[in-house]
């Protein structure tokens, strides 16, 4: 039987030493603690799948929380079966004691833990939804009082008009008008066609 430890955090910015700490107290040697630095938005994570490969019946893995394994629980519940079931380890929480299938090894532990991964993964769908629900009623109320999204468009030169007038009346080439106003031709010819409709160019000097 071999213990070990993984710690994730979402990005290399954050320090994972307070869960190494914990792997720490939990008796876990830090050559057996694998770290992923990356979101838990699915189990597509180096150091996880090298620490699966390695695991075998009987070995034993500590997470600080749940939400260190994975961030969706449905995949967490389906890790957990991987993990327990079928390549036969067990795993220990330590911030939520009822997830540790190293104790009451009968039914109703095994039924206990199911229903604590369960009930996690009934929550955090239902807090997704209200977030979608909550971001698309404050966008379209925004929306009502006149808010844009998006990227701001880019201010006109001073003298766009001008120019345009010229390239209207054959003056300047196209190219002329892009270098002076520092513009893309799809730029231009989409700002040209909104401005156009809803004001007079200035005139030309």
């Not at 009822?98 to 199911?114: E, H, Q, W």
């Amino acid at each position: 039987m071999a213990l070990y430890g993984y710690v994730r955090v979402s990005s290399t910015e954050q320090n994972e030493d307070r869960q190494m700490l914990a792997m720490q107290r939990a008796g876990v040697e830090l050559e057996n603690v694998f770290v992923d630095k990356q979101s838990g938005k699915d189990f597509e994570r180096p150091s996880y799948i090298a620490l699966v490969e390695i695991l075998r019946s009987g070995d034993q893995l500590c997470i600080q929380s749940i939400d260190r394994l994975g961030r969706d629980y449905t995949e967490v519940q389906e890790q957990w079966r991987v993990l327990t079931k079928e390549i036969g380890i067990d795993i220990f929480v330590i911030d939520m004691p009822l997830l540790d299938t190293r104790r009451d090894r009968d039914l109703l532990g095994t039924l206990i833990a199911d229903l604590v991964l369960q009930i996690l993964s009934f929550v955090a769908q239902n807090e997704r939804e209200s977030i979608g629900k909550r971001q698309a009623e404050g966008i379209e109320a925004a929306k009502l009082r006149g808010v844009r999204f998006g990227r701001p468009e880019m201010e006109l030169p001073p003298d766009f008009w001008r120019y345009v007038r010229r390239w209207e009346k054959g003056r300047i080439a196209l190219e002329e008008l892009l270098d002076a106003c520092d513009m893309s031709r799809t730029t231009f010819y989409r700002r040209y066609r909104k401005y156009r409709s809803i004001q007079k160019p200035r005139q030309a000097s």
